[in-house]
């Protein structure tokens, strides 16, 4: 495996970012991981290796770089409710808007189109979390580019915010795969259910899925609610939907 962090240069300053692909084979089709609230750590590292590990150029970006070089891993206790750890995270968090997401999106895909190992041609990404939004609004941003988006637990799909995530459903051109956790309070029910609604009425050839009995998170190797027979569908939906439609 390849690994290396470094600044991709974006319109508001340097973007740290966690790159890894595979030593031999390339060139590899690009995807970008986009990171959940709690922010950069290991445990995305590591599933951002998996991913390369089966043939993919993958990009993670730590999306809080405005906020200084420092804003990005948080420790354990940013999961603790009122927390001194969640105060600082969501210091930043809570300012974040589809905007300039779009324009590091714009960033990454520069960068990748110079790339000597990352394949010509579309790329994907997938976000958890408050990054399900950014990846489903990338899709919709950047068309022509992205030819896979996934959100796996995202948060306010459905909202009557000018950003709405659901208003990128019929712009897309990729395919689309959202996937949502029965429990979820940043996605409850009647929301998943009016997405699903509008998912099909977008006329999009992707899919919505509600996985039953699991919680937001279910994907997180080091979360509470972490779901192993969920989790790993979550990577057989992922990596069929990037080998589908990136080759």
């Given at each position: 495996?390849?690994?290396?962090?470094?600044?991709?240069?974006?319109?508001?300053g340097?973007?740290?970012?966690f790159?890894c692909?595979?030593e031999?084979?390339?060139p590899?089709?690009a995807?970008?991981?986009l990171?959940?609230?709690?922010?950069?750590?290991?445990?995305?590292?590591?599933m951002?290796?998996?991913?390369?590990s089966?043939?993919?150029?993958?990009?993670?970006?730590?999306?809080?770089?405005?906020a200084?070089?420092?804003?990005k891993?948080?420790?354990?206790?940013?999961?603790?409710?009122?927390?001194?750890?969640?105060?600082?995270?969501?210091?930043?968090r809570?300012?974040?808007t589809?905007?300039?997401?779009?324009?590091?999106?714009?960033?990454?895909?520069?960068?990748?189109?110079?790339?000597?190992?990352?394949k010509?041609?579309?790329?994907?990404?997938?976000?958890?979390?408050?990054?399900?939004?950014?990846s489903?609004?990338?899709?919709?941003?950047y068309?022509d580019?992205?030819?896979?988006?996934?959100?796996f637990?995202?948060?306010?799909?459905?909202?009557?915010a000018?950003?709405?995530?659901?208003l990128?459903?019929?712009?897309a051109?990729?395919?689309?795969?959202i996937?949502c956790?029965?429990?979820d309070d940043l996605?409850?029910?009647?929301?998943?259910?009016?997405?699903?609604?509008?998912?099909?009425?977008?006329?999009?050839?992707?899919?919505l899925?509600v996985?039953?009995?699991?919680?937001?998170?279910?994907?997180f190797?080091?979360?509470?609610c972490?779901?192993k027979?969920?989790?790993?569908?979550?990577?057989e939906?992922?990596?069929?939907?990037?080998?589908?439609?990136?080759?």
């Amino acid at each position: 495996m390849i690994e290396e962090t470094l600044d991709i240069t974006t319109q508001d300053g340097a973007m740290e970012t966690f790159i890894c692909r595979p030593e031999r084979g390339g060139p590899y089709p690009a995807i970008f991981f986009l990171m959940d609230a709690p922010g950069i750590r290991d445990e995305l590292h590591d599933m951002a290796r998996r991913l390369a590990s089966v043939g993919f150029f993958v990009l993670q970006p730590n999306l809080y770089y405005r906020a200084g070089r420092d804003m990005k891993n948080f420790g354990q206790d940013v999961l603790e409710k009122d927390s001194a750890a969640q105060a600082r995270m969501r210091s930043v968090r809570t300012k974040m808007t589809i905007p300039p997401m779009m324009d590091d999106i714009g960033a990454m895909l520069a960068y990748v189109d110079a790339h000597a190992d990352a394949k010509p041609g579309p790329v994907g990404t997938h976000g958890y979390c408050m990054s399900g939004p950014y990846s489903l609004a990338a899709a919709a941003r950047y068309p022509d580019w992205v030819a896979a988006a996934a959100s796996f637990y995202g948060t306010w799909l459905v909202s009557d915010a000018e950003e709405s995530p659901h208003l990128s459903l019929g712009k897309a051109k990729g395919e689309l795969y959202i996937s949502c956790a029965e429990h979820d309070d940043l996605a409850p029910p009647d929301m998943v259910e009016k997405l699903k609604g509008l998912f099909e009425a977008s006329g999009n050839t992707g899919e919505l899925e509600v996985h039953a009995g699991v919680h937001h998170g279910f994907a997180f190797p080091e979360r509470w609610c972490y779901d192993k027979p969920a989790a790993e569908r979550h990577w057989e939906r992922l990596i069929a939907l990037y080998r589908r439609r990136l080759g």
